[in-house]
Nanobody, 124 residues
């Protein structure tokens, strides 16, 4: 079992930045791959970014590449999503998810554990 708690969401103007954190407890944190997903109102939940168990590999959706950075600190059991140059279309509830299998996978059905989500709102 892995428990995930997201924090850091809020309201920001377009062009601004936010830093999301995902704190994990339970299973050894370094044994899980982490992904960030988001769900805008009325839309399907979508993959945003992922990071491998060691943190050595990352992967981003094209829509956030160059603006978002995912990182992890296995000693502190945390994953961070730094979001810069935010756009109104980034507005969504952001979820942290964990999977026990290796590899960064974009399909949400492959993730075993989910946080409760944190709201990010970008005003124009």
């Amino acid at each position: 079992q892995v428990q995930l708690v997201e924090s850091g969401g809020g309201l920001v103007q377009a062009g601004g930045s936010l830093r999301l954190s995902c704190a994990a407890s339970g299973r050894t944190f370094s044994s899980v791959t982490i992904g960030w997903f988001r769900q805008a109102l009325g839309k399907e939940r979508e993959f945003v970014a992922g990071i491998s168990r060691s943190g050595g590999n990352t992967y981003y959706d094209d829509s956030v590449k160059g603006r978002f950075t995912i990182s992890r600190d296995n000693a502190k059991n945390t994953v961070t999503l730094q979001m810069n140059s935010l756009k109104p279309e980034d507005t969504a509830v952001y979820y942290c998810a964990a999977r026990g299998s290796p590899g960064i996978i974009t399909a949400q059905r492959t993730y075993d554990y989910w946080g409760q989500g944190t709201q990010v709102t970008v005003s124009s």
